[in-house]
Structures are given as C-alpha cells and as structure tokens.
C-alpha cells in the first residue's frame, strides 16, 4: 500500500456516517443492489441492512466493487433488523405511500436515520410498515406512481447528505468509527492478498505505521508464508 493510498482510505472513512443508514427489504434484483450500495459508498454510508429474498442469499456478494467499502449485513427478518436499528438510536423511515407519508425532504437527516426499502415486485410489507416511525414519499406529479428503488434510494441520501453537509458533519480530521473496524478496513484494502492468508490462517492482524505498512515481527511473517497442512482425504 502506498502511503498516498494509505491517507486516501483516512480521508474516506473519516467522512463515514455511521450513524445513516439504508434498511433493504428483499430487493431482488442485483442490478438495483449494486446501484444503491454504490450510492451509498458515494454519500458516506458505512453499512446497509438487508433482508434477502428466501432463495436469493447470493445477493449478499453483489456489487463487489462497492462493497469493498460498505458494509453490509443480513438479518432473518425485518422485525429483527428494525429492532437493531432503533436500538441504536435511528429514526426508521419506510418509503410509502399513506395518509401519513410526509415529503421526504420535511425530514431532519441530521438525527441518526435508517431508510427501509422495499421490493422491487411488493415494496415494503405491511408489518416493516408497522414498525417504521414515519412514511415518506418523492413528490410526483406524472403518470408513473414511483421510481426504481435504486433512483429513489439516491434521491433520499443526497438529500440527507445535503443536510449533512450544512451541519458540517462531514467536516472530521477523524473517523467516527471504531478503532478495530478501521484497522481492519486499512489492512484488508490496502493489504488484501495478505489479509486473505491472514484471514484463512487465522492469524491477527499486525499494526501498519503511520505510511501504511505492516509492522509484524518474525513470527507473523514465518506463519503467514507458511504452507497449509494438506487435507486428509477421507
């Protein structure tokens, strides 16, 4: 890793917004996945929930590319991932039409926030509904009654990020993330190869320095070039 690489990766998780986050409800279609985490990525979201269609498990690996820099993480079922999210302390907005729906731009995006999405086929179920604090819709006044989940995703977090930005909260010479999790992010982007060894072997990983190198002693080094025990065959 290059010390220009190393203070780059800084740069970006010291914008991270952890406390902003998308809730995504069996939204099947990798396409669409790919686009809203990459949006995501590209307003600072650190992590996005999800809840995968039955069958549909494979989406977890989708849009690789971005997801070397959200996080993503599965629940079994809504109520388990909205109970998660309010434990944190995030208001849970679902994107519906009702009698109680408010213009998604009356929200304060300033309060920690989660963002639940439905399907692309059924939107979001009647009992995610149940659950969320408050229904918002985009204003439209065409013929078509909504937008592609991935467009109505980006239109909400640039929303939030513009609030955001107002309120200066992307302006940190620090990430707001833990300590653990940004050496762990530092090491496995900008060492992959030796965080993948590192990581089948079991083997901790090492401090980098302050360019971004590995500072491990001899060791480390000896067990990570170390040959794996073949397998036995049965």
Known sequence: MTPERYQRIQSVLATRQPDLTLCLEEVHKPNNVSAIIRTADAVGVHKVHAVWPEKMRVLAHTSAGARNWV??????????????????????????????????REIDYTKPTAIILGGEKNGITAEALSLADQDIIIPMVGMVQSLNVSVASALILYEAQRQRQLASMYDRDTTPLPADTVHRILFERGHPVLAKVAKRKQLPYPPLDDAGQIVADDAWWQAIQSRDKPRRKK
Do not use: C, N, W, Y
């Not at 993503?72 to 208001?91: N, V, Y």
């Open 71 to 104: 996080e993503l993480e599965t629940h079994t079922s809504m109520p388990d991932a909205i109970g998660q999210l309010k434990q944190q302390g995030m208001q849970v907005l679902a994107t519906h039409l009702s009698d109680r729906a408010v213009d998604f």
